[in-house]
């Protein structure tokens, strides 16, 4: 069974920045490919940013050059940086992992571990 804990949402004004923490624990060894996702308020879950083992990494084409995504192995951490914030931004920010190689195509039906999920309101 694998836990993940979301941190670090928040309110902040358009243009500020945000970072998200995600802590993975528990039966972690074979996860492949961690991923934010969020889901704003009337609307579907969308992707937002993965990575996986290697640090690779492949983003929404809304958040290129804002968002990063990074992974601190040693402390099984994934982070969300969120730069120039918008409006639309706003939504619950979930971690997901999974056991399966997802970064060119991440999709929310192929991820089978989730996090409880963060708010982010940007205004």
């Known amino acids: 069974h694998v836990q993940l804990v979301e941190s670090g949402g928040g309110s902040v004004q358009a243009g500020g920045s945000l970072r998200l923490s995600c802590a993975a624990s528990g039966n972690i060894d074979d996860i492949m490919c961690m991923a934010w996702f969020r889901q704003a308020p009337g609307k579907e879950r969308e992707e937002v940013a993965a990575?996986?083992?290697?640090?690779?990494?492949n983003y929404a084409d809304s958040v290129k050059g804002r968002f990063t995504i990074s992974k601190d192995n040693a402390k099984s951490t994934v982070y969300l940086q969120m730069n120039s914030l918008k409006p639309e931004d706003t939504a619950v920010y979930y971690c997901?992992?999974?056991?399966?190689?997802?970064?060119?195509?991440?999709?929310?039906?192929?991820?089978?571990?989730w996090g409880q999920g963060t708010q982010v309101t940007v205004s």
């Open positions: 990575v996986d083992n290697d640090g690779n990494t």
């Open positions: 997901a992992a999974d056991e399966s190689w997802l970064l060119l195509n991440f999709h929310e039906a192929d991820f089978g571990h």
